[in-house]
T-cell receptor
């Protein structure tokens, strides 16, 4: 049973425009959410996170929004750059060991 | 050297072989993880070690055997694998009760 879902396997966006990636979760015990970025042949790289006590966290071009009542979070990248082309994974945690549940990922392609 | 390092990067093994994957972290973390990423699927947590003790085993077949001799090193011993075990195996580390896991670059395993 997949507790973290990314329903869009791919997203294509023009350079300079906004990329919006979505993620839904089912486990109400999750209290920390993260986004990871992955290039081919590399491990995932931590991008940005948000605690359940907040509804927004911003870091440069990246902003994560959390809607707890809807069990939904999103990642906004603005402006999108060609180097942002990668697979983006949403992850959630709700235990003390830091164990992460991952979504299936969204492939983002930024075109010139 | 910093971060999480995995060796080898690529491994091809027969179904009767025995091999080991190695992971080393230089971040001072005290929890380490093995994840498996199969094609088109989310990252799946295999094992969690916290303070060198295994705290979780996600119903992984016994042909995968983890070992954590100290807080900096993690091994995954492989024996009589099946072709469906071919995948990217990722090691990660974090602080116990921390949430941001840092990943190695992974070992691309092919079982023939």
């Amino acid at each position: 049973d997949q507790q973290v879902k990314q329903n869009s396997p791919s997203l294509s966006v023009q350079e300079g425009r906004i990329s919006i990636l979505n993620c839904d979760y089912t486990n109400s015990m999750f209290d920390y959410f993260l986004w990871y970025k992955k290039y081919p042949a590399e491990g995932p790289t931590f991008l940005i996170s948000i605690s359940s006590i907040k509804d927004k966290n911003e870091d440069g071009r990246f902003t994560v929004f959390l809607n707890k009542s809807a069990k939904h979070l999103s990642l906004h990248i603005v402006p999108s750059q060609p180097g942002d082309s990668a697979v983006y994974f949403c992850a959630a945690s709700g235990d003390s060991w830091g164990k992460l549940q991952f979504g299936a990922g969204t492939q983002v392609v930024v075109t010139p | 050297e910093t971060g999480v390092t995995q060796t080898p990067r690529h491994l091809v093994m027969g179904m009767t072989n025995k091999k080991s994957l190695k992971c080393e972290q230089h971040l001072g973390h005290n929890a380490m993880y093995w994840y498996k990423q199969s094609a088109k699927k989310p990252l799946e947590l295999m094992f969690v070690y916290s303070l060198e003790e295994r705290v979780e085993n996600n119903s992984v077949p016994s042909r995968f055997s983890p070992e954590c001799p100290n807080s900096s090193h993690l091994f995954l011993h492989l024996h009589t694998l099946q072709p469906e075990d071919s995948a990217l195996y990722l090691c990660a580390s974090s602080q116990v009760r921390g949430y941001e896991a840092f990943f190695g670059q992974g070992t691309r395993l092919t079982v023939v």
